[in-house]
């Protein structure tokens, strides 16, 4: 998927004969970036967020499958100047009981929410409200203004890594950030020194490993 909006899904076997010069994975239009690359089966679920805080959820059968070099189809409609967040796979063989979505702006200001609040719809919509903003924020253009950081799929026992664009890191159990609707703004997750042009740049999932006997 790329920034812009455009989405695509490809064959793996496109991609049995790499070279050293690499392959094309798709075309771009100008000021287009390729962002996201996620393997999914039909069955699943694809999750979009944008950084105006608006979300689409749509099924990945519903994608036709297409040679390398298309540049495929609009995931959502996007507003003026909105751009994507985040995208996400939702399995179909997941637990639903125990995912949540994680969301977390800019400013720090983060929360979980239910996957059954996202419905999956036809794609290409305008989508549904991720999260709303605090200080009348949504519009990401506004340096005053906050925007949608991160629209994560996530486990409760996950823990993650939150860290800004002057280099804070800080390590969150996704348990101890609140369960809230999508109409909600969320708690501070980290603080960020805002007046001082800090974000966050960056949520990561930590890998868990399983302890071996030996």
């Given at each position: 998927a790329t920034e812009k909006g455009w989405i695509k899904k490809t064959s793996l076997k496109a991609f049995e004969n790499?070279?050293?010069?690499?392959?094309?994975?798709?075309?771009?239009s100008e000021g287009d970036v390729l962002k996201w690359c996620q393997k999914c089966v039909d069955g699943d679920d694809i999750l979009v967020g944008t950084r105006n805080g608006m979300a689409s959820r749509f099924e990945?059968?519903?994608?036709r499958p297409t040679g390398r070099t298309s540049r495929g189809v609009r995931a959502m409609k996007l507003k003026k100047l909105d751009t994507l967040a985040d995208v996400n796979i939702l399995s179909g063989d997941g637990d639903a009981m125990k995912?949540?979505?994680l969301a977390v702006t800019a400013n720090g200001y983060g929360k979980r929410i239910h996957t059954d609040e996202f419905k999956?719809?036809?794609?290409?919509g305008v989508g549904v409200i991720?999260?709303?903003f605090k200080k009348g924020g949504g519009n990401w253009m506004n340096q005053s203004d906050d925007c949608l950081s991160c629209l994560r799929v996530v486990n409760e026992d996950d823990e993650v890594l939150v860290i800004t664009s002057k280099g804070v890191i800080v390590r969150q159990k996704v348990d101890?950030?609140?369960v809230q609707?999508?109409?909600?703004t969320g708690v501070v997750v980290q603080k960020v020194d805002v007046d001082s042009g800090d974000?966050?740049?960056?949520?990561?999932?930590?890998?868990?490993?399983?302890?071996?006997?030996?």
């Open positions: 790499l070279s050293s010069r690499g392959l094309t994975i798709a075309s771009l990945a059968s519903t994608l995912e949540y979505v999956a719809r036809a794609r290409g991720a999260t709303k101890a950030i609140p609707s999508r109409a909600a974000k966050i740049s960056s949520v990561s999932t930590v890998p868990t490993y399983e302890e071996s006997d030996e």
